[in-house]
């Protein structure tokens, strides 16, 4: 049985490979952005970050003139062992991302959790932008 499953195809493969190898580069200098899912229920807005390995203190979350943004940076460790990494893939790369609030928000509710990898940040809706309820009204 095979637990390792390629996913590059050969070309971007040896690409990678000599990259990494003759030049050295230092994959911290490369940001990546994690994937984001933004749902809309009744009451409220909910984004979801995917960043595993990080706890709760290495995200920043701020509120400024309508836009929201999350970040994080976060200084890789340096092992004192005795090794040499033969191949190095961990990262856990710093992010920026900045999203625009729509007017409906209630800035002083927003709510975020840290769980399973996965940042969920909750942003209610006020009360007058909430879609009421299907009124029927009686002819009299």
């Not at 009744?42 to 003139?65: C, H, R, T, Y």
């Not at 976060?74 to 033969?86: C, I, L, R």
């Not at 942003?123 to 002819?139: C, R, T, V």
Request: proline share 4%; charged share 30%; net charge neutral.
């Amino acid at each position: 049985m095979n637990l390792i499953q390629k996913q590059n195809t050969f070309i971007p493969f040896l690409f990678d490979d000599f990259i990494n190898r003759e030049f050295n580069l230092d994959k911290s200098i490369l940001e990546t952005l994690p994937a984001v899912n933004i749902k809309e229920l009744d009451s409220l807005f909910q984004i979801e970050l995917a960043v595993p390995g990080k706890n709760k203190n290495d995200f920043q979350i701020e509120i400024e003139d309508g836009l929201l943004t999350i970040s994080s940076n976060v200084k890789e460790k340096n092992n004192s062992d005795n090794f040499k990494f033969t191949k190095r893939e961990f990262s856990y790369n710093n992010f920026k991302r900045t999203f625009a609030l729509p007017e409906s928000i209630d800035e002083t509710k927003i709510d975020a959790k840290y769980f399973e990898g996965v940042l969920k940040i909750s942003l209610p809706k006020q009360k007058e932008s909430m879609a009421q309820p299907k009124k029927i009204i009686k002819i009299k």
